[in-house]
């Protein structure tokens, strides 16, 4: 039997197309707005625009300006908007020399200005003189103190800022290697090691205790061969002790590095020598030769700071080995000019 529609009285076959269609309108209407071609291109003109806006505010060179990628732009914008929260102009200090080339130039190293968590606040135009890299350069890396910074140090650093930070005006200094340009690479044998040694003080005038930031001198330290029969004898001295670490014996160089006799050292503990700030990280490399398994085991070499007789410090390079029998120690401590 067949069914009628009773609209058309048609077969049912053809009830479909006798029922209202829907026009294009209706179908456009229930999809999502989706933007055109033409207005995403608008768009990102607008950005660009703005972009380009911004490139020529910042104080740098015109070929400088014509090198920077967009990325690069928005790391020298960022950086330059965490200056102006720090130096505002309307709280300036009282006028003072500037700040300019021919200063920097008779500085060991480089000025870095930092903000609480670790974030990039200030580098001196002298950077390129040390790690072969422009600010712009150096920003490629990142935005934070960390990624200028080997890997194995970062934590190091942490603590030492964060040490900083709970004792303002307390000095800190930590050594570590810095990323550098492929052509001072090749020229130091890989990444330079630096010195960096700052402290947290208030930046705004009048004094803001809630305003501070890290300053701080990155100065480069002698790189080590990594063949040790490419040192000098002149630069390193040989220490032996019992497993609590008190000397035992010691090479009469060790008078050149730190003025001490052989006699006035015998007896004591290494310990006793260390700078307090190097206590943790002399006592994780002491534990890791005291708990390896047989002798000759040797740990990961340290960079430490010994009290000399003068009472100045001096910055060793110290790696520690197991003797045979496993009852004495021996470090071999190179100087880090």
């Not at 209706?26 to 490139?55: C, G, H, M, W, Y």
């Not at 003189?129 to 934070?144: R, Y």
């Not at 200028?148 to 964060?162: M, N, P, S, V």
């Not at 030769?289 to 002798?295: D, I, K, Q, T």
Request: hydrophobic letters at 40%.
């Amino acid at each position: 039997m067949t069914i009628f529609c009773s609209h058309c009285h048609r077969p049912l076959q053809a009830e479909m197309s006798c029922l209202p269609r829907r026009g294009k309108q209706a179908s456009s209407a229930s999809k999502p707005f989706r933007s055109t071609k033409s207005a995403s291109k608008a768009r990102r003109d607008q950005i660009n625009v703005e972009l380009q806006a911004l490139r020529s505010l910042l104080p740098i060179s015109a070929r400088e300006k014509e090198r920077l990628s967009y990325l690069h732009t928005m790391a020298l914008v960022c950086l330059r908007l965490r200056g102006a929260q720090l130096f505002p102009p309307d709280l300036a200090p009282p006028a003072g020399p500037a700040l300019g080339t021919e200063l920097l130039s008779l500085l060991p190293g480089f000025l870095l200005v930092l903000s609480a968590n670790g974030k990039l606040v200030y580098i001196s135009e002298n950077v390129d003189q040390v790690l072969g890299l422009s600010v712009v350069e150096l920003l490629a890396q990142g935005d934070t103190v960390f990624d200028i910074l080997d890997g194995r140090a970062c934590e190091d650093a942490r603590k030492k800022l964060l040490l900083a930070q709970e004792q303002p005006g307390r000095e800190v200094m930590f050594v570590s290697e810095m990323r550098m340009s492929k052509a001072f690479r090749l020229q130091h044998g890989g990444n330079r090691a630096m010195a960096v040694r700052g402290r947290f003080t208030t930046l705004r005038w009048p004094a803001s205790p809630s305003i501070t930031a890290f300053l701080a001198l990155c100065t480069p330290v002698a790189r080590l061969p990594a063949d040790s029969d490419a040192v000098s004898q002149d630069d390193l001295f040989q220490s032996t002790h019992i497993l609590d670490m008190m000397f035992t014996d010691v090479t009469e160089s060790v008078t050149y590095h730190l003025g001490y006799s052989r006699e006035e050292l015998i007896g004591q503990s290494w310990y006793s020598l260390l700078h307090p700030e190097d206590a943790d990280l002399a006592a994780a490399q002491h534990r890791a030769v005291g708990e390896s398994l047989g002798a000759g085991a040797t740990a990961e070499t340290a960079v430490l700071r010994l009290l000399r007789r003068d009472w100045t410090w001096a910055w060793l390079s110290v790696s520690a080995r197991r003797d045979c029998g496993g009852h004495s120690i021996t470090c071999t401590s190179r100087c880090l000019r």
